[in-house]
């Protein structure tokens, strides 16, 4: 009913944040968190987590389970180990023992597990308080052996995930930008974790599929003069990078309620 509905929101907005509640009653300082969602969310919900985490408990130890995909965009963040767990997919439930055990570990090896975060809700006070800063390791400044100039157009074609929305430009927009960029003597790297859809054109450099995001993040950061992406992890990562380079980005996003506008 609407009226229920209603009460969720205040007591969302209003209530006992229960990450708080479950931080004041914490017995120890290992703490593990599973995560299987996007790769944004390292940045706009998993940095805030792991803030609030050591405001009540500075010492704390910090551990993420998550997919292989995910992994490097943990290294991101400061002073936490990360575990992969082979056999995790995005939106499917996985096994959180056998993925603990492929480690030698069990969950009585941690103070606290946190199974199914909801940094949405959960990290609420961050919105237009915290940024989030992204630690950039030097080491991944080292992309000579990709052998690319500069200056490129860096593109994230789509989000490659689903929601209860579009997000993503029609294919023929994108094709019809890549002419006219060509046309003006740029070239464009297209990043993203499969070549889907097809893009074959003179000019344009599909990565998808061939880099770390390590790399393509370092690309982005060393070649890139332009980046033109969607609401993706991609923007978010760029975009909170506590590192200085030169970067004209254009987001095809203007929805204040979501992503690094949300974050205000």
């Given at each position: 009913?609407?009226?229920d509905l209603m009460l969720k929101r205040l007591?969302?907005?209003?209530?006992?944040?229960?990450?708080?509640?479950?931080?004041?009653?914490?017995?120890?300082?290992?703490?593990?968190?599973?995560?299987?969602?996007?790769?944004?969310?390292?940045?706009?919900?998993?940095?805030?987590?792991?803030?609030?985490?050591?405001?009540?408990?500075?010492?704390?130890?910090?551990?993420?389970?998550?997919?292989?995909?995910l992994a490097q965009g943990f290294s991101l963040?400061?002073?936490?180990?990360?575990?992969?767990?082979?056999?995790?997919?995005?939106?499917?439930?996985?096994?959180?023992?056998?993925?603990?055990?492929?480690?030698?570990?069990?969950?009585?090896?941690?103070?606290?597990?946190?199974?199914?975060?909801?940094?949405?809700?959960?990290?609420?006070?961050?919105?237009?308080?915290?940024?989030?800063?992204?630690?950039?390791?030097?080491?991944?400044?080292?992309?000579?052996?990709l052998h690319l100039k500069r200056p490129y157009?860096?593109?994230?074609?789509?989000?490659?995930?689903?929601?209860?929305?579009?997000?993503?430009?029609?294919?023929?927009?994108?094709?019809?930008?890549?002419?006219?960029?060509?046309?003006?003597?740029?070239?464009?790297?297209?990043?993203?974790?499969?070549?889907?859809?097809?893009?074959?054109?003179?000019?344009?450099?599909?990565?998808?599929?061939?880099?770390?995001?390590?790399?393509?993040?370092?690309?982005?950061?060393?070649?890139?003069?332009?980046?033109?992406?969607?609401?993706?992890?991609?923007?978010?990562?760029?975009?909170?990078?506590?590192?200085?380079?030169?970067?004209?980005?254009?987001?095809?996003?203007?929805?204040?309620?979501?992503?690094?506008?949300?974050?205000?």
């Amino acid at each position: 009913p609407l009226e229920d509905l209603m009460l969720k929101r205040l007591w969302r907005a209003y209530g006992i944040n229960p990450f708080d509640r479950l931080l004041r009653k914490a017995q120890g300082k290992r703490f593990l968190i599973c995560w299987n969602r996007g790769l944004g969310d390292i940045a706009l919900g998993m940095y805030a987590l792991v803030h609030r985490i050591r405001q009540f408990i500075p010492d704390a130890e910090v551990t993420f389970l998550t997919r292989s995909d995910l992994a490097q965009g943990f290294s991101l963040l400061e002073k936490v180990s990360v575990l992969i767990h082979p056999e995790m997919r995005r939106k499917e439930a996985f096994d959180l023992d056998a993925g603990l055990a492929k480690h030698s570990l069990k969950r009585a090896d941690f103070d606290l597990v946190i199974e199914h975060p909801d940094p949405t809700y959960w990290c609420q006070w961050q919105l237009g308080k915290l940024i989030p800063r992204l630690q950039w390791n030097t080491e991944w400044d080292r992309i000579d052996h990709l052998h690319l100039k500069r200056p490129y157009l860096g593109v994230h074609v789509q989000t490659e995930t689903s929601y209860g929305y579009e997000k993503n430009w029609p294919i023929e927009h994108w094709k019809a930008l890549f002419e006219r960029v060509r046309a003006a003597g740029v070239e464009i790297l297209l990043f993203g974790n499969a070549p889907v859809p097809v893009i074959e054109m003179p000019g344009v450099i599909d990565l998808r599929g061939q880099t770390t995001l390590a790399e393509m993040l370092s690309l982005i950061k060393q070649k890139c003069s332009w980046l033109v992406v969607p609401d993706s992890g991609v923007l978010s990562l760029t975009y909170f990078l506590d590192c200085s380079f030169p970067l004209k980005i254009v987001s095809l996003w203007s929805d204040p309620r979501q992503g690094i506008l949300k974050q205000n």
